[in-house]
Nanobody, 121 residues
Framework: QVQLVESGGGLVQAGGSLRLSCTAS????????MAWYRQAPGKQRELVAS???????NYADSVQGRFAISRDNAKNTVYLQMNSLKPEDTAVYYC???????????????WGQGTQVTVSS
């Protein structure tokens, strides 16, 4: 049994910053890829950023240069630093991770519950 819990969402003015955190817990052997997705009202869920265990990152074009993803493997935690926020960034942000459980060889793709980010004009 594994779970992801996000925190750090909230209301921020355009141009401001927020830092999201997501911590994995439970029956964990190792965590491979970790990622942040977001879903705005009436929109499809989209990938925002991802980070491999070794630190390689990828970003959506819409957030490139403004957001930064990082992780602390010792804490089983992934972060998303969001700068220069725009109203278009308003969405529920979800943490996602590929987690290999103890005594198993196949990873389990796990989602967090989501955290609301609202950017006002």
């Amino acid at each position: 049994q594994v779970q992801l819990v996000e925190s750090g969402g909230g209301l921020v003015q355009a141009g401001g910053s927020l830092r999201l955190s997501c911590t994995a817990s439970g029956d964990i052997f190792i965590i491979n890829l970790m990622a942040w997705y977001r879903q705005a009202p009436g929109k499809q869920r989209e990938l925002v950023a991802s980070i491999a265990r070794g630190g390689s990152t990828n970003y959506a074009d819409s957030v490139q240069g403004r957001f930064a993803i990082s992780r602390d493997n010792a804490k089983n935690t992934v972060y998303l630093q969001m700068n220069s926020l725009k109203p278009e960034d308003t969405a529920v942000y979800y943490c996602n991770a590929d987690i290999v459980r103890r005594f198993r060889t196949v990873s389990t793709n796990t989602w967090g519950q989501g955290t609301q980010v609202t950017v006002s004009s």
